[in-house]
């Protein structure tokens, strides 16, 4: 199993360019999130989807959109990047029941 | 609101030295608690959780922690580092439930000295 995939792994976009972060997870699970990391910041919640077709907000939902493709597929969108969103971006899936979140390796995203 | 503080930005211990990683909460209900370790350029492993139950929970890696509701902490602790423990340790609370959004601390930065 590859667990929680992420791609890309770096990206580099310029001011009010678009983009789409792409995760999928092949466990079968019902609940996905996205977060990002900022130094001194921890990680926030900016997405997530209970189950397949459901989406809501999460802390810092701001600029971001989301689509629940499938079960497998969590997908993040920047409709016009902005600085204030370089961030690192971890997306994460859940069994329903377990309450343990798995990660995937993070996509680090620079905005100039 | 529900936080979690980390009050220990950077720590350094020394090899074979006992460690203790301080979380503190603040959630209005029973909380779920889980401590996740991030090495560099990686994404973040769980090494343990806490639902109800003992309030000593044993980890991945040789890690432990204990839940203390008087003082509203979830303290990471383990007997002995090791080099390949550094990395940044992160604290949260989950609301549970189909969803359990978690709420992150800012972390703790761990370096070993030989």
């Known amino acids: 199993n590859a667990g929680v995939t992420q791609t890309p792994k770096f990206q580099v976009l310029k001011t009010g360019q678009s983009m789409t972060l792409q995760c999928a997870q092949d466990?079968?699970?019902?609940?996905m999130y996205w977060y990002r990391q900022d130094p001194g910041m921890g990680l926030r919640l900016i997405y997530y989807?209970?189950?397949?077709?459901?989406?809501d907000k999460g802390e810092v939902p701001n600029g971001y959109n989301v689509s629940r493709l499938n079960k497998r597929e969590f997908s993040l969108r920047l409709e016009s990047a902005a600085p204030s969103q370089t961030s690192v971006y971890f997306c994460a899936s859940m069994r329903t029941g377990t309450h343990e979140q798995f990660f995937g390796p993070g996509t680090r995203l620079t905005v100039l | 609101a529900q936080s979690v503080t980390q009050p220990d930005i950077h720590i350094t211990v020394s090899e074979g030295a006992s460690l203790e990683l301080r979380c503190n909460y603040s959630y209005g209900a029973t909380p779920y608690l889980f401590w996740y370790v991030q090495s560099p350029g990686q994404g973040l492993q769980l090494l343990l959780k806490?639902?109800?139950?003992?309030?000593l929970v044993q980890g991945i890696k040789g890690f432990e922690a204990e839940f203390k509701r008087s003082q509203s902490s979830f303290n990471l602790r383990k007997p002995s580092v090791h080099w390949s423990d550094a990395a940044e340790y992160f604290c949260a609370v989950g609301e549970g439930g189909a969803t359990n959004k978690l709420i992150f601390g800012t972390g703790t930065l761990l370096a070993v000295q030989p």
């Open positions: 466990m079968n699970h019902n609940s």
């Open positions: 806490y639902f109800s139950g003992d309030t």
């Open positions: 989807s209970a189950s397949e077709g459901t989406t």
